[in-house]
Nanobody, 126 residues
Framework: QVQLVESGGGLVQPGGSLRLSCVVS????????IGWFRQAPGKEREAISC????????YYSESVKGRFAISKDNSKNTVYLQMNNLKPEDTAVYYC???????????????????WGQGTQVTVST
């Protein structure tokens, strides 16, 4: 059973940065496709980023491409989401997720990953 625990959310001003972390347990981290979804108030869940288990490729939604960067530290079983130039529309609950088809979900913009963390709130506001 894959377990995902996020941290790092908070309140930040527009244009600021935050880094989210997700510690993974219960499965061989090297073989997991892992990434991030988010859900803003009143909106559907959005698949925003994935790090592939098959190669070194990363995938991003158009809404975050060029501003967010996903990375992994295999020695710590941890995945990160560096978020730069944050905008008020980035305000959402961010979920660490994992699924064999996760990167396809990010390309399509939607899906229902098998495994979810508890979520961490990111608020971008003055």
């Amino acid at each position: 059973q894959v377990q995902l625990v996020e941290s790092g959310g908070g309140l930040v001003q527009p244009g600021g940065s935050l880094r989210l972390s997700c510690v993974v347990s219960g499965y061989n981290f090297d073989y997991l496709a892992i990434g991030w979804f988010r859900q803003a108030p009143g909106k559907e869940r959005e698949a925003i980023s994935c790090s592939s288990s098959h190669d070194d490729n990363s995938y991003y939604s158009e809404s975050v491409k060029g501003r967010f960067a996903i990375s992994k530290d295999n020695s710590k079983n941890t995945v990160y989401l560096q978020m730069n130039n944050l905008k008020p529309e980035d305000t959402a609950v961010y979920y660490c997720v994992s699924d064999p088809a996760l990167c396809t979900m990010v390309v399509l913009g939607h899906g229902e990953p098998n495994y979810w963390g508890q979520g961490t709130q990111v608020t971008v506001s003055t």
